[in-house]
């Protein structure tokens, strides 16, 4: 059963035309894009646990659903129309323990700009009457999560002036809606639009104009709220219950980079996660919650794109975070829909895969996750929303995933010993040689230049070049993991001025990576990586070591090498 849902956020109407099949094949493992329908930007998915797939969307001011009874376009059936009470926004979907669909969406009541959240259930083949849940004016941007216990919740916003409210409203299998009551209010000191007629809203141009509340629920039936903060203060506001009705103070995650647009899922394990946009660097950040504490904060989800917004989170079966977002990797280059995974037992990110490249403006995702994940997002230049899906080889009975790589041995940890902390060593914290074997500082074995870069961790890196005999053909850098720790989480970059790097960790060669990635002028684009580091059986200090083949890539025309550190993590 899906226990958390999707995010929406306002563009203009996107002109309806008929039905158009991507030409494009997916990443591996996910299916080539199938159109779902025309319609409006921001679709919303749940997976229900008989592997059906549902998807729901606006189209022009209609609410549309259908649903298939698995991952391919064969199973899908009819679109049909949800009823309405005016014209229809901005949908979210929840599945309840029987797979019923239970959306929410606002709706225009008459010809006054006053806009209300409405409920309904489709049961068999059919939809409730609308339920009005709101009681306020300009109610908009709802989102609906149901929890182990059936547990109903619905967050929304609503302005009053230059006031903003979160709201929230729950209720039981029956959908009988409490009272709502307020979890934020927040002043703005800029004029708060109604969302539904802002117009075209585009990453390039404008901060996203609501509050986008989101709503998790865990097998427990507990509540988790995020929403973004307006100006001047931004930021990410987080909530969450506590012992019954009772929520948390706001927690503020945030602020600095005019960060919006959230979404929070919750795992088997009670583990939450939380990803937003910072705006002003056009990066993704998530962080990990554990308890109401942060427990891992990650501020480059994208792996370095040029842009990214909108991301959509969703949690599998086995506990594993599955990202989905709109990115692009250079400023005038398309929109395209990524997704990405992590794993909270390892702080470990895997690499990003490309959904969808079909020379078009592709935007605002929804993604969901069971033992299959699919993803519905929008082909804003053709007016059509188009899913993609995955078979994860996940089993959920007993929720054992299927490995998508050989994971090296470990020490199981003694639980009684309190881990180490986390060991940082900048790209400048140069060793005093390189044939020693300090743990706190890069043993580099040629001179290497600093650069500098906004975007790097801590305003530059270093780098160094085969061809100008800097870089050998194995050792280039070189970091040993002290007693108690595990991993190694590398912090590098791709460009098109770089080629292939070799991975070296305990001097066994562990891969071959191709950083190639741009265009000639593309500014390099920060990625990070984390490697497991197993113990050894010769005597040997552990070590994790990068150099550069001696042959450039095909990628890049600059017949050179360049391997890049802008710094290590050494994980316990």
Request: charge should be negative.
């Amino acid at each position: 059963m899906q226990f958390k849902k999707i995010l929406f956020f306002a563009m203009a109407a996107v002109v309806t035309i008929g039905l158009l099949m991507p030409l494009t094949v997916s990443a591996a493992g996910w299916s080539a894009p199938f159109a779902l329908g025309g319609g409006n930007i921001k679709p919303s998915v749940a997976i229900g646990s008989d592997g059906s797939v549902h998807y729901l969307w606006y189209n022009g001011s209609t609410i549309q659903y259908v649903k298939c009874n698995g991952l391919a376009k064969s199973s899908c059936g009819s679109v049909e129309n949800l009823p309405n009470k005016g014209p229809s926004y901005y949908p979210s979907l929840a599945l309840d323990a029987n797979n019923r669909a239970n959306a929410v969406w606002e709706a225009k009541d008459g010809s006054a700009s006053v806009y209300s959240i409405y409920y309904s259930r489709r049961n068999g083949s059919k939809w409730s009457t609308p339920k009005r849940l709101s009681t306020e004016a300009y109610s908009e941007l709802p989102d609906i999560a149901i929890g182990g216990d059936g547990t109903i919740h619905v967050v929304y916003q609503n302005k009053s002036g230059q006031d903003g409210f979160i709201n929230y409203t729950t209720a039981n299998a029956n959908m009988d809606f409490s009272a709502p009551i307020v979890l934020e209010q927040m002043t703005s000191d800029k004029p708060l639009p109604v969302v539904a007629e802002v117009g075209l809203m585009t990453p390039e141009g404008n901060l996203a104009s609501g509050f986008y509340p989101r709503v998790a629920a865990d097998g427990d039936g507990k509540a988790y709220a995020v929403w973004q903060m307006p100006s001047p203060g931004y930021g990410i506001g987080f909530r969450y219950q506590t012992n019954g009705s009772d929520w948390s103070a706001t927690k503020k995650l945030g602020g600095s980079n005019k960060d919006q647009t959230p979404d929070v899922t919750v795992n088997k394990n009670n583990q939450v996660g939380v990803v937003w946009t910072m705006y002003d660097s056009g990066d993704i950040s998530f962080a990990e919650f554990n308890g109401g504490s942060v427990d891992y904060q990650e501020k480059n989800v994208d792996e370095g794109l040029e842009d990214s917004f909108w991301p959509k989170i969703a949690a599998d079966c086995t506990g594993a975070f599955h990202f989905a977002y709109q990115g692009r990797a250079s400023a005038s280059g398309n929109w395209d829909i990524y997704h990405a995974t992590y794993n909270p037992d390892s702080n470990a990110f895997g690499s990003r895969t490309t959904i969808a490249s079909i020379s078009a403006t592709e935007q605002t995702p929804a993604i969901d996750a069971t033992n299959v994940a699919a993803i519905a997002y929008t082909n804003s230049t053709n007016g059509i929303i188009d899913a993609s899906t995955n078979n994860l080889n996940l089993n959920c009975s007993n929720a054992t995933a299927t490995p998508t790589f050989t994971p090296s041995p470990t020490n199981t940890p003694d639980p009684n010993v309190t881990p180490p902390d986390t060991i940082t060593i900048a790209n400048t914290a140069k060793c005093a040689s390189y044939d020693g074997v300090e743990t706190d500082c890069i043993h580099y074995r040629k001179a290497w230049k600093a650069q500098n870069a906004n975007k790097a961790t801590d305003g530059n890196y270093s780098r160094c070049e085969t061809n100008k005999g800097v870089c050998g053909k194995k050792s280039a850098a070189k970091i040993y993991i002290p007693d108690g720790y595990t991993q190694v989480k590398w912090f590098t970059a791709k460009s098109k001025m770089y080629g292939q790097v070799n991975v070296w960790i305990n001097d066994t060669l562990a891969e071959t990576l191709d950083m190639c990635q741009g265009s000639r002028n593309t500014k390099p684009q920060f990625i990070n990586r984390t490697y497991t580091i197993p113990e050894r059986n010769d005597g040997q200090p552990r070590s994790f070591e990068l150099g550069a083949p001696s042959k450039h890539t095909a990628c890049s025309p600059y017949n050179s090498n360049f391997v890049v550190v802008d710094g290590f993590e050494i994980l316990p």
